[in-house]
């Protein structure tokens, strides 16, 4: 078999491989209707895991089919040049080109083990702009001619859900409401809405993304959100502006899963209504992350295009024990190493650590796990690279960073948004943002303990605080399912030696956790101190932790609805389902 007949044939291959992955991502994500309308949320829970795992089987099943098919040859680079151009020839003009180039790269990087980027073997500017992206199937369009309420009546019976009857009319009399509030604002008359074709689904809601297009003046968000509680599908919230729709879109939540055939174009459509926002994170949050991790480095590169301009530097905050951390400073985007040795008293191991991350990369995040998308042999020039930093590489992390030439190869990264540490963040923030920022803090443990995370560490050095002031977490290598740990009180103490003694009088298993002890690690002033315990003080005894894993092990889902209290259409009326009444004192 000549060169030129392998190149065609493993390009068929990939291009078969990757038309496979597109009908077995499709079919899952269609699932999520039938998941919704059921009230299945286990299922829910189990789409979103086998489709997380689907892209690196698939990668997986290809490259063991192109060794057994063609032995050697497929180790040549001249042969995956020439395959990269017949491939490219034959994915133009498919709807997932974007997706389809991302999966070659794949195949590259896994079997020549690229470092940096190959121009010859890999696809690396991508297709057209992702920013502007309008393709007229992508969405439908209502009129507000006979009125906004009757615009609104149109689109939500369009989507076919059997809505619980009582409350339809109050709840579209609301919205409309709010949207001629929201223009009144805005000072601009509105000319029509338009509406993404399907519902993005996660976990137990559904959301319509549109947006309301105005006259002389660049368009407002609008998502409406579906509620299945045992009574029947409602009418839940209304979202109307670019803080609430980024929080639904965060980068601590799971992806939805919204049939979308052209996600370029969806995404096109979302940048309109969230133009903060990184063009990977909307992938991602469509469930494309191996496409998203492309577009991140794409935008560091292209930041980075004129070297010396912003050089990496550490990250602000208290050096990790495990990691290092570093950044632009102007730039949204932090890079996580291993460090070689970690310092005392940390035990875990590096494998660990990885699989702590993994761990997350496939659980579900509740709106407080910062995603952490994985790289493999980065290249990047040296002048990139203040000396102080290259030097804490180099010593630090010489396992993972090695010069070669003038680039500094990484060979194991994370990449992450960028969040305030919010032990910094506490020092500078006027009292009302910090006493928001304590409350969410306590707010944010509760979240992680409801979806069975307990997060090891409680140090404010491991939490963040985002553009929006939301409290997250970050640092994983600690991180644990809550059910893997055994909460208990302290025993009293029989004797002074017993009080006085340095070490536990009493027996202490590895996973033993006494949240009576949580306090004094905290880091916190006094007042602010006093401030968490009265708001949760239930944090800081086991009983709430010992009933978090009796709902995890019964199987209990609990949901955290990922807007405000004030975006509820009918927030003056009790929660018709147990898991919003846990969270219906939240402000997110």
């Not at 991302?102 to 590259?108: D, I, L, P, V």
């Not at 005392?344 to 995603?371: C, D, M, N, S, W």
Request: charge should be negative; proline fraction near 5%; include cysteine.
């Amino acid at each position: 078999m000549t060169d030129a007949v392998t190149a065609d044939a493993v390009a068929e291959c990939i291009l078969s491989a990757v038309s496979t992955f597109h009908e077995r991502f499709a079919e899952i994500t269609h699932r999520a209707r039938g998941r919704f309308l059921g009230r299945d949320w286990q299922g829910m829970r189990s789409d979103a895991l086998e489709r997380l795992e689907l892209y690196g089987d698939s990668v997986n099943r290809t490259v063991d089919l192109l060794r057994d098919r063609f032995g050697e040859v497929v180790d040549d680079r001249d042969v995956w040049a020439s395959a990269r151009s017949r491939y490219a020839g034959w994915t133009t003009g498919r709807p997932n080109r974007e997706l389809d180039e991302t999966f070659f790269n794949s195949m590259t990087r896994r079997i020549l083990v690229t470092v940096g980027v190959d121009e010859a073997v890999e696809f690396v500017g991508g297709g057209r702009d992702t920013k502007e992206g309008e393709d007229p199937g992508e969405f439908r369009t209502y009129p507000v001619r006979s009125g906004i309420r009757q615009a609104l009546q149109a689109l939500v019976a369009d989507t076919a859900l059997p809505l619980t009857g009582g409350i339809r009319r109050p709840a579209l009399e609301r919205i409309a409401d709010r949207i001629r509030q929201r223009l009144e604002k805005n000072g601009a008359r509105l000319r029509r809405i338009e509406v993404l074709e399907n519902l993005f689904y996660r976990n137990q809601g559904a959301y319509l993304v549109g947006r309301l297009v105005r006259e002389g003046a660049p368009p407002l968000p609008m998502v409406l959100a579906f509620r299945h509680p045992p009574d029947g599908i409602a009418l839940e919230a209304v979202l109307l502006d670019e803080d609430s729709l980024s929080i639904l879109f965060s980068f601590t939540r799971s992806a939805f899963h919204v049939v979308c055939p052209h996600p370029r174009e969806t995404v096109g459509f979302l940048r309109t209504l969230l133009p903060h926002k990184l063009v990977g994170e909307l992938y991602s949050s469509i469930g494309h992350f191996k496409h998203a991790k492309t577009e991140l480095y794409r935008d560091l590169l292209a930041y980075a295009e004129h070297c010396g301009e912003d050089r990496f530097v550490e990250a602000p905050g208290a050096p990790g024990m495990v990691m290092i951390v570093f950044a632009m400073p102007h730039h949204d985007l932090v890079i996580k190493l291993i460090r070689d040795r970690f310092q005392r008293p940390k035990t875990t191991t590096r494998r660990q650590v990885i699989e702590q991350y993994a761990y997350v990369f496939k659980h579900h995040r509740a709106g407080r796990l910062v995603e952490a998308q994985e790289f493999e042999f980065l290249s990047f020039d040296r002048c990139w690279f203040a000396g102080p930093l290259l030097e804490t590489l180099l010593q630090e992390a010489g396992r993972t960073v090695r010069l070669s030439g003038n680039d500094v190869v990484i060979r194991h990264a994370y990449v992450e948004r960028r969040v305030t540490p919010l032990d910094l963040y506490l020092k500078t923030a006027a009292e009302a943002e910090a006493a928001a920022a304590v409350a969410d803090f306590g707010e944010a443990i509760r979240d992680l303990a409801l979806s069975n995370i307990f997060p090891g560490d409680l140090l404010l050095k491991n939490f963040g605080v985002t553009r929006h002031g939301r409290v997250v977490f970050y640092d994983y290598d600690e991180l644990c399912p809550l059910t893997d740990c055994r909460f208990r009180s302290l025993p009293q103490a029989r004797s002074d030696f017993e009080e006085l003694a340095d070490e536990p009088w009493f027996h202490v298993q590895d996973n033993d956790v006494f949240p009576e002890e949580f306090t004094p690690f905290l880091g916190l002033q006094d007042h602010r101190k006093e401030m968490l315990l009265q708001q949760h003080g239930d944090l800081f005894r086991p009983a709430f932790w010992i009933e978090a894993q009796q709902d995890v092990r019964s199987g209990t889902l609990r949901e955290i609805p990922p807007y405000r209290q004030a975006d509820r259409l009918f927030p003056e009326r009790p929660p018709q389902d147990e898991t919003l009444r846990l969270n219906e004192r939240r402000d997110l």
